[in-house]
């Protein structure tokens, strides 16, 4: 399935999960390594993004919340990846936060 907005897959896959597991920090309940399994597709500026199951909870909510408040028209910049491109918060979303834990990227 392919949401239609990042807000609409927050709500519709991301929430859920969450609250189906609490106490988990990432997508995949892991601790650390990378998993590059896809928990869920959206669209967004013209493009089809998947999100890695090693994304964490806190910065895609931070990124949902900005949205959904109004507060910020655009949550994201659009980075070049070896291989295309990801998504990165913008600036004031990321704050101080030195690793991005939010692995969104660009299908093909």
Excluded at 28 to 36: E, I, L, M, V
Excluded at 60 to 70: D, H, P
Aim: charged share 20%.
């Amino acid at each position: 399935m392919i949401y239609a907005s990042f807000v609409e897959c927050v709500e519709g896959c991301i929430i859920p999960l969450q609250q189906e597991h609490p106490t988990w920090l990432r997508l995949d309940g892991q601790q650390s390594g990378g998993n590059t399994n896809i928990v869920a597709r959206f669209r967004h500026d013209g493009q089809v993004w998947k999100i890695h199951a090693d994304s964490r909870f806190t910065p895609i909510m931070r990124a949902f919340e900005a949205v959904a408040s109004g507060n910020i028209e655009g949550p994201f910049v659009r980075e070049r990846t070896q291989n295309g491109y990801c998504l990165n918060l913008t600036e004031p979303l990321r704050g101080s936060q030195k690793a991005k834990h939010f692995y969104v990227y660009e299908t093909k």
